[in-house]
């Protein structure tokens, strides 16, 4: 069967075989004669037509032996929306079903994309690594967020250990805490030993407390101990005298739980950590542990006890009567000659004890100078024998040797000549014995600030003459003295030079006692510091003006005095003074917010001319300083009651407009200043007005302010429309508010008879208004889309009577040509005009953007309607010539055949029912016709300017393109000479390319004239002179 083609009917038979097709085709390879023997690949050949039968036979294994399943899990899932397979899954490789759209990658919590767009990231600081026990990524994290971004380390590291020492005293119950801190201190470079103490001793306390109380109350005394700790942190002193008392019981019960002696080696050791924690935090050290031992006569753990924690004499010699009798009086003989270690382990001298003892301390000069030949530096012996004695001799003395240190001399000078509350404050910075004290520039800066602030400068400058005569700082103190003693500034100003000259050499020399960088430093310092000094401000200019004159080659590294000097000088007739900030640091923010001060103090005072001069200075903007001008000076003219004259008034406005244009003050601001002002009549205008007089004024005047507040705003670039449309349309109620008055009131016509030739808000708004602002006159103005229809009438919530108005003065609008303000306006109070509707028809249907189908039922009536009366219309017209007649002459067939044009048709009668803005259909009607002629759109033509569609029309070779152009003339309201120019350019520029160029100017003319006789109208007086001068320059 399979032989001769039949592959189906040999399946049918293999159905009825015993077991079925899978017993035939298990048994094809066992069974050798079988009746149901099959040949596998002669079956697999026939089933080559039928594909899907031959896979589910023959089946493709897969690598593993396995055959492939035809349906898989993901299948399965494909109904179930929440696992659906093409979304999820998608990073197994057995989902056939996923889509590579979505990724392909296992989602976790640190997925960029999940990270973006659901995760709230916060940066840690190290702190949050220490709470977490992780003092290496602390200190890590300290590394790279701050320490390498900081310019000052030292403090940063300093902050950084005192808040690792407060986070881990104040987790001190939570060892991971704790020891990180501990481990992050050591990172940092900073000692641990307090902190580990601390935490010692908050553990012993603990350990006690709850050894003497039951189980429940532990949180309680955790919580107790936990707030000493924090009160131990923020006050130090009469905290840590408390923990002291608690430390003390903790350590002499756990002596007693261990069975040791009190006063023995292995207690003491329990008592040193008393004491280093009194140490530690500066109080009074524990007695407990020596009035046991000498209650107990343990003289040696006594002594030893002492010596190690370095206890004061006077308080071990206190405790020795609680020794017996016998030890008493040992001990206190030896106690007298025991030595004790000082506090401050900071002491560096020069001179050794042996080299110096008390017994051998000179009995007068001479005895000094000789005994100072045996000592290995003389000079030295007689410096700490000058501080002992208060001789300032001595330090003379020492100077003269060869190898003697000038500065240490000048500084033991200095301070053994001044009395002794002085010579506490000026070396209240050193630690350790001033007879012994390296002296170096870093005291002396110190100490001349301190002497200058007390008023001894003249010991300083004294001792600079002896010591250091030549130094250039000699100049310096001398021009100090000058300025602060004798007020001669012209010899102070010599002094300063002189140092300038000194300082300029001394750089170029290395032999120098002190260093130029030191004195280039201190004398800003000093300089400052005498700026700080002067009592007065006229000393305070004076000074200035003096380091203002030298300041062209001063290269001390200070202020600039130049505009400290100006600032001085404008200040210098009024009360205000110089903010003593802005004399340490004159950068620019210190000097704009200090000038910011003065200048609120010049505007109260009405220095407005003195303000705008330190504002200038301090570059700082005027905007608001010139409108506080302006407002003062209007409050002065209703205090003076000229405010209630018009002319006052529109003169003002304009003065205001012209300040603010030549100050150049910003947009925003002028625009804010007429709106706020307009607001204020807006206020006025609420009350009551006295006469129809006044209240037509307040409106006006309102209008005027808003006009021009609209007209800064419109300065913007670019122009912000929805604020300016906002203030037009506030502009617009102010006019709908005008009208109506005038409307309501027969002495309407009156007033404005009277006030012919005045000067009014009404001419003076003309120049600021912004309504032809092409930002405001989009396209879309003239679309119908957004333009309210009958329908929508009732959305205006505008009275009976301000639409009245309304109506009125867009009529006045389409009469001018203004669509686009007139369709705003209409926009603004969804406020529907028939004219308007009209116009925007005529130009949607001229366009193309709309068919007579697509048009409101309204205006399909007009249509209708006028239709009817086509027939009579076109006879009217015949008879009696019109624009309209005269702009349908752009048709090349005549008006029987023109009228054909359905959309011409419609344009007559949408014109025709239009009362205000009639031109304006005829232009667009004459338009469309021109585009008709042209062969281009309306859409083209109406975009270009009318010179160039007349240039169009003359240019075409059309027999009666004359009469079109006359016809496009009329209709577009092209003013004479603006024509009259363009044709003589044209003319003109025939004749250069003509044969007889020579003979252009004749030929020029004649042929305008006859031009001009052919579009109808005759040729200015200006358009004569203009071609007479073009064709003098062809001839």
Not at 447 to 461: I, P
Not at 682 to 695: C, D, G, L, V, Y
Not at 702 to 710: D, K, P, Y
Request: hydrophobic share 40%; charged share 20%.
């Amino acid at each position: 069967t399979l032989l001769q083609g039949h592959p189906l009917m040999a399946l049918a038979t293999i159905m009825f075989a015993p077991g079925g097709i899978d017993q035939v085709m298990q048994e094809r390879r066992d069974t050798g004669d079988s009746l149901w023997k099959v040949d596998p690949q002669l079956l697999k050949m026939a089933l080559a037509p039928y594909p899907k039968l031959r896979a589910a036979l023959f089946p493709q294994l897969t690598p593993h032996g396995i055959p492939p399943l035809d349906i898989s899990l993901y299948h399965l899932l494909q109904s179930l929306h929440p696992f659906d397979p093409s979304r999820l899954f998608g990073w197994q490789s057995a989902n056939l079903l996923s889509s590579s759209d979505f990724s392909n990658d296992l989602p976790h919590f640190s997925c960029p994309d999940l990270v973006n767009k659901y995760a709230i990231t916060e940066q840690l600081d190290f702190s949050y690594y220490l709470r977490h026990g992780r003092p290496s990524y602390a200190f890590a994290t300290f590394l790279v967020q701050q320490l390498a971004k900081s310019n000052s380390p030292k403090q940063l590291m300093q902050r950084a250990s005192i808040e690792a020492y407060n986070l881990g005293l104040t987790h001190f119950t939570v060892p991971p805490v704790a020891a990180a801190c501990v481990a992050f201190l050591e990172l940092l470079g900073a000692s641990s030993f307090k902190l580990r103490i601390d935490l010692k001793v908050a553990d012993t306390i603990l350990k006690h407390w709850h050894m003497n109380a039951e189980e429940s109350q532990h949180r309680s005394l955790q919580n107790t101990l936990a707030e000493k700790l924090q009160n131990l942190i923020e006050f130090n002193g009469s905290s840590a005298e408390e923990l002291l008392t608690h430390l003390e019981n903790a350590t002499r019960e756990n002596v007693q739980s261990r069975d040791v002696h009190r006063a023995s080696f292995e207690a003491g050791q329990e008592w040193s950590l008393v004491a280093q924690f009194c140490r530690l935090h500066n109080i009074t050290l524990s007695m407990a542990y020596l009035q046991e031992c000498a209650r107990e006569d343990e003289w040696l753990q006594f002594v030893i006890f002492a010596q190690v924690h370095n206890y004061q004499p006077d308080e071990v010699q206190a405790l020795l009567k609680d020794f017996s009798a016998t030890l008493q009086d040992h001990l206190s003989l030896a106690f007298q000659n025991l030595q004790f270690v000082s506090q401050d382990n900071s002491v560096s001298c020069v001179v050794t004890k042996e080299e110096h003892k008390k017994d051998e301390s000179p009995e007068d000069l001479f005895q000094a100078l000789y005994w100072c030949q045996e000592k290995p530096k003389p000079w030295r012996y007689l410096l700490s024998e000058a501080v002992q004695h208060s001789a300032p001799v001595l330090s003379i003395l020492a100077a003269c040797f060869q190898e003697t240190d000038v500065l240490q001399c000048l500084c033991v000078w200095v301070v053994v000549s001044l009395d002794d509350i002085i010579i506490a404050e000026a070396t209240k910075h050193i630690n350790d014995s001033i007879e012994y004290h390296e002296w170096n520039l870093h005291d002396l800066s110190l100490m001349w600030k301190v002497l200058l602030e007390r008023g001894k400068g003249k010991q300083l400058v004294r001792g600079f003459q002896l010591f250091l005569k030549e130094c250039p700082w000699v100049y310096m103190l001398e021009m100090y003295e000058m300025c602060t003693e004798h007020k001669n500034y012209q010899e102070a100003k010599l002094k300063l030079q002189e140092f300038q000259k000194c300082l300029l050499s001394a750089a170029d020399s290395a032999d120098t006692e002190i260093s130029v960088q030191w004195m280039e430093s201190q004398a800003g310092v000093l300089l400052k510091l005498m700026m700080q000094q002067c009592p007065t401000q006229y000393e305070l200019g004076k000074l200035l003006q003096l380091l203002a004159e030298v300041d062209c080659a001063l290269v001390i590294n200070g202020p600039d005095f130049k505009r400290l000097s100006r600032l001085s000088q404008l200040l210098q007739d009024t009360s205000i003074s110089v903010d003593c900030s802005l004399l340490i640091n004159d950068n620019t923010d210190t000097l704009q917010n200090v000038c910011g001060k003065i200048l609120d103090q010049l505007q109260k005072k009405g220095l407005f001319a003195l303000a705008r001069q330190v504002a200038d200075l301090a570059q700082l903007p005027v905007d608001h300083l010139v409108v506080h001008e302006v407002t003062q000076e209007l409050q002065s003219l209703k205090q003076h009651g000229q405010w209630q004259r018009k002319e006052t008034r529109i003169n003002f406005w304009k003065k205001c407009h012209n300040c603010f244009k030549n100050n150049l003050i910003s947009h925003l601001v002028a625009s804010e200043f007429f709106l706020a002002q307009g607001n204020d009549q807006q206020t006025i205008k609420s009350e009551p007005a006295s006469s129809f007089k006044e209240q037509l004024e307040t409106i006006q005047e309102r209008c005027l302010l808003l006009t021009m507040a609209g007209h800064w705003l419109s300065q913007n670039n670019p122009p912000t429309l929805d604020e300016l449309e906002e203030v037009e349309k506030r502009i617009w109620l102010c006019r709908i508010s005008q009208q109506a008055l005038l409307m309501s009131t027969a002495s309407g016509f009156a007033w404005q008879v009277s006030v012919c030739g005045e000067i009014s808000f009404d001419s003076a708004t003309k120049e600021f208004l912004f309504s032809k602002l092409p930002a405001l006159n989009s396209s879309q103005y003239l679309k119908l889309q957004g333009f309210p229809n009958k329908d929508t009438a009732s959305n205006c919530r505008l009275d009976k009577t301000a639409k009245e108005a309304l109506t009125i003065l867009i009529g006045e609008l389409l009469d001018r040509g203004c669509i686009h303000e007139a369709s705003r306006v209409s926009r603004y109070f969804e406020f529907y005009n028939q004219d308007i509707s009209l116009v925007l028809h005529c130009r949607a249907l001229a366009s193309g953007e709309l068919q007579t189908a697509d048009f409101h039922p309204s205006i399909q009536i007009v249509l209708t309607t006028g239709a009817s009366f086509n027939e009579e219309i076109g006879l009217h017209r015949k008879r009696i010539p019109s624009l309209s007649s005269i702009a349908s002459s752009f048709a090349l067939y005549p008006e029987e055949d023109n009228v054909k044009d359905q959309v011409v048709k419609d344009l007559k009668i949408l014109t025709n029912e239009c009362h205000h803005g009639k031109s304006y259909c005829r232009q667009v009607l004459s338009l469309y016709e021109l585009s008709k002629e042209l062969g281009c759109s309306f859409n083209d033509i109406s975009t270009q300017d009318s010179d160039t569609v007349l240039r169009e029309v003359l240019s075409s070779q059309r027999p009666d393109r004359y009469k079109k152009a006359q016809a496009f003339i009329t209709t577009q309201g092209l003013k004479p000479e603006a024509v009259a120019a363009l044709l003589a350019e044209e003319v003109v520029q025939a004749s250069l390319s003509s044969a007889e160029a020579k003979a252009g100017g004749p030929v020029a003319y004649t042929t305008l004239c006859l031009l001009g006789a052919a579009v109808g109208f005759r040729i200015p007086a200006q358009g004569e002179k203009y071609l007479t001068n073009l064709s003098l320059n062809v001839g």
